[in-house]
């Protein structure tokens, strides 16, 4: 087995933390917890595992928040337990070349989706749910920190992983590979539309365009037709392929965004002391895709009185944000994290199901979403390259030829 991994190992991350501030190659040096390794091909551990041969794999951006080691040690979610090693890809189409014999819903030569953590209550193989997963959402597993026996081994950046059968999703025969990837990320977009659906009529915001951004856009579209889907971009060939995906409207990071959700939406701009300035009226519903504190920020002085704003991006550091939107205009702030169970043309269906069905019948586009490919062997170029909107113009990078991949370790 062949896999790139990110190991906990706390002096290699804070010395390469150090050495980025001479020089980024810092992050791919041999003193960097990011390795690519050979390993033994590692047994099923139980009889509802499977191993998965890797055929496409997108870069999330997720996983560059991991590489390039961009979390602070004071958030939320640092304090939970954590594995010592991080296994990375989870945007993959694979098929199944080994499934243990208590494995029914699939056999060797399926090809599948992985939809993420594999922490939760199914994964681990429990007869009870915690209330997460009771409900659909596994991504909020309550006891996804708790110690377990066997922890799946591999990622989407290798040739193989092995993994509980429970957190694969089959792929039908229509959707190719180069969609089948844009599945988990497409599931991320439903879920966050759900947690404010457009009314018809209403002003929507999506700050932000990346990979997500475009799929949301495509996603707000399809289920409210009738909304008026303003963008935000941050380079003009961004702002092109908004408009194709379905935006009304898009303007540049670089503009007024006071002056233009005013145009937009018929809002009074206030101006106070020392460039201060407050809008009365705005959006209704704002997805913040981005997630920096300027963009909270924005996004909460955007939006109309008690209207929404609905957190997607990640960000592992402590903000300064100023939050009086929420009680001075009653702005809700919502985030989404993950996939679900939604309520679609009165089917209870899973934000996985959903995509991949979109993708089959063309609701979601993603041919102009998948921009450059690498072999394995070339990470250090494939990442740097995810990393470089403005010169590459990437939005999906992707390893491909996985199985084949050859690399030093």
Request: some cysteine; charged content about 20%.
């Amino acid at each position: 087995m062949q896999t790139l991994v990110i190991d906990m190992d706390i002096p290699r991350i804070v010395l390469t933390q150090l050495l980025s501030r001479i020089s980024p190659a810092a992050f791919f040096a041999r003193s960097s917890p990011l390795r690519l390794l050979t390993l033994p091909d590692p047994p099923l551990p139980r009889p509802d595992w499977v191993r998965v041969r890797n055929r496409l794999c997108g870069i999330c951006g997720s996983d560059l928040h991991q590489i390039f080691l961009d979390a602070s040690l004071d958030v939320a979610p640092v304090a939970l337990p954590s594995h010592r090693r991080i296994y990375l890809g989870h945007e993959m189409v694979g098929e199944v070349i080994e499934a243990g014999p208590a494995v029914t819903q699939f056999k060797p030569g399926d090809r599948v989706v992985r939809w993420g953590r594999a922490d939760d209550c199914a994964a681990r193989g429990l007869p009870d749910r915690c209330p997460a997963c009771a409900r659909g959402h596994r991504v909020l597993c309550e006891r996804a920190s708790e110690p377990r026996e066997h922890h799946p081994i591999g990622g989407g950046f290798g040739d193989t992983f092995i993994t509980p059968a429970s957190t694969l999703v089959p792929v039908p025969p229509a959707v190719r590979d180069e969609q089948a990837i844009f599945t988990e990320p497409a599931a991320v977009a439903i879920h966050a539309a759900w947690r404010c659906l457009p009314q018809a009529g209403q002003q929507v915001l999506v700050l932000g365009v990346g990979a997500i951004g475009f799929l949301l856009i495509q996603v707000l579209r399809a289920v409210q037709p009738a909304a008026v889907i303003s963008a935000v971009a941050e380079f003009p060939w961004q702002a092109d392929l908004a408009r194709a995906c379905g935006a009304d409207h898009v303007f540049l990071a670089q503009a007024d965004g006071y002056a233009e959700t005013a145009a937009r939406t018929g809002a009074r701009l206030y101006h106070g002391r020392a460039g201060n300035r407050m809008l009365l009226g705005g959006f209704d519903i704002i997805f913040d895709v981005v997630g920096i504190p300027a963009t909270l920020t924005n996004a909460l002085r955007w939006t109309r009185a008690r209207g929404t704003v609905v957190l997607v991006g990640v960000n592992l550091h402590r903000m300064n944000v100023d939050l009086t939107p929420v009680w001075y205009q009653e702005v809700n702030l919502l985030g989404a994290v993950g996939h679900d169970i939604v309520s679609w043309q009165g089917e209870e269906i899973s934000t996985f199901d959903l995509a991949l069905r979109w993708l089959q019948s063309g609701d979601l586009r993603t041919d102009p979403l998948l921009t450059h490919r690498f072999p394995l062997s070339a990470y250090r170029q494939a990442f740097a390259t995810a990393l470089d909107k403005r010169q590459a113009r990437s939005i999906k990078v992707a390893f491909e030829g996985l199985a084949a991949s050859t690399a030093e370790a």
